[in-house]
């Protein structure tokens, strides 16, 4: 039996939920989330709690009712708080500015890096060297920060380069002269 997709997920006031054959659509105060349902997996609304179901045993089934429901989840959260990831830039001389919608990284390079948000992802700089990257899609917003990121990963010398604000970088000893 599925551990988390048997667990009903209740629907806050403000939210609505609208299940078609393919996907379900979570309507909330900050906007509008599809997401797709797989075969065999059944979901339904009852007494303001979503139940998801499914109809096999089939190893791939039972990976897909966790998945839905975890996406149906994640979802309802997001249409009634969002979500925020903070990315923090340590290392001499690298700072990060607003330019546009996108921002502009320079991080060491010969040129400054600029990136755009993608589709329903806000960017907005905090000082010279913290990125916050906000939206509705946990998806998305973790994507976006990973490729923020994947710029200038920290390095386990010195620890410069682009970390999440709650990342614990290990350190390396380096190189000790010989006597």
């Known amino acids: 039996m599925s551990r988390i997709g048997v667990k009903p997920i209740t629907i806050p006031s403000g939210v609505t939920l609208q299940v078609a054959e393919k996907s379900v659509t979570v309507t909330g105060p900050k906007g509008t989330l599809e997401a797709p349902l797989f075969p065999k997996v059944k979901v339904s609304v009852e007494d303001a709690k979503v139940l998801v179901t499914r109809t096999s045993d089939v190893p791939q089934v039972r990976a897909y009712h966790g998945l839905v429901r975890s996406m149906i989840n994640n979802h309802i ?73 994947k710029v200038r990963p920290p390095e386990p010398y010195k620890g410069k380069g682009i970390r999440y604000v709650d990342e614990v970088v290990l350190r390396k000893a380096g190189k000790t002269a010989t006597k």
């Not at 249409?79 to 330019?99: A, D, E, H, N």
């Not at 990284?105 to 913290?130: K, M, Q, R, Y």
């Open 77 to 149: 959260e997001g249409v009634t708080k969002g979500y925020k990831i903070t990315l923090k830039m340590i290392g001499t001389g690298y700072r990060v500015t607003l330019k546009g919608k996108g921002v502009s990284l320079a991080v060491g390079f010969s040129h400054p890096v600029e990136i755009l948000p993608e589709v329903g992802v806000n960017l907005t700089v905090e000082g010279n060297d913290t990125i916050i990257i906000e939206g509705i899609d946990k998806q998305a917003v973790g994507q976006m920060a990973a490729n923020i990121r």
